[in-house]
């Protein structure tokens, strides 16, 4: 069946340092792939998002990339901040049925 | 516009109750989808409604249901509550439902299984 993969479940970077968030998934008719952050006690919140026609995408000081032949799209955070900190979810939706599957999350420590 | 709001915000269940919980989309959005949230589970999809019709189902027992009314307001409910239950229980909507929609969550029901 689907399945979203998301490595690592923590992750703790100095501030000002690059974080990467990486994902996989199963089904090869997923196309599209959006990034959540969720805040401690908020709602998850997009803040990113990559369609299968593109491998590339950036919004400041956020990326992410797709390879699609492997699967697998990453999310790239540089000069982290405070702010930062947060639980990053991913996720894939399959074309044929517009079912969104969440990976289970990675928690991002920013150290001062 | 409004956001989604759910309510109520928290609840406290005994082992063997039932619950409806309840999700008001943002007006004009059509799709509702209900996650469970749990620490080290991440998201898991419950199902999602689109125009009054259940259109996806993921993996969780019959004891979960839900129903979307014509307003596009959706109820879950869970029946004969179990311990494992406990959770945060999150509903987003959309404004099509297709799965290249953004999702808007609301900010969640956490239940507490007694």
């Known amino acids: 069946g689907e399945n979203v993969e998301q490595h690592p479940s923590t992750l703790s970077v100095q501030e000002g340092d690059s974080a990467v968030i990486k994902c996989t998934y199963s089904d090869s008719a997923s196309n599209y792939f959006p990034w959540y952050k969720q805040e401690l006690g908020k709602r998850p919140q997009l803040i990113i998002d990559?369609?299968?026609?593109?491998g590339e995408k950036k919004d400041q000081r956020i990326a992410v990339t797709l390879n699609k032949t492997a699967k697998h799209f990453s999310l790239h955070i540089t000069e982290t901040q405070p702010e930062d900190s947060a639980v990053y979810f991913c996720?894939?939706?399959?074309?044929?049925?517009?079912?969104?599957?969440f990976g289970k999350g990675t928690r991002l420590h920013i150290l001062p | 516009k409004a956001g989604v709001t759910q309510t109520p915000r928290y609840l406290i269940k005994t082992r063997g109750q039932q619950v409806t919980l309840s999700c008001s989309p943002i007006s004009g959005h059509r799709s509702v989808s209900w996650y469970q949230q749990t620490p080290g589970q991440g998201l898991q999809f419950l199902f999602e409604y689109f125009s009054e019709t259940q259109r996806n189902k993921g993996n969780f027992p019959g004891r979960f249901s839900g129903r979307q009314f014509s307003n596009s307001r959706s109820e879950m409910n869970v029946s004969t509550l179990e311990l494992g239950d406990s959770a945060l229980y999150l509903c987003?909507?959309?404004?099509?439902?297709?799965?290249?929609?953004?999702?808007?969550f609301g900010p969640g029901t956490r239940l507490t299984v007694l």
């Open positions: 990559i369609r299968s026609n593109v």
């Open positions: 996720a894939a939706t399959l074309n044929r049925d517009d079912k969104i599957i």
């Open positions: 987003a909507s959309s404004p099509g439902g297709q799965g290249t929609d953004t999702q808007y």
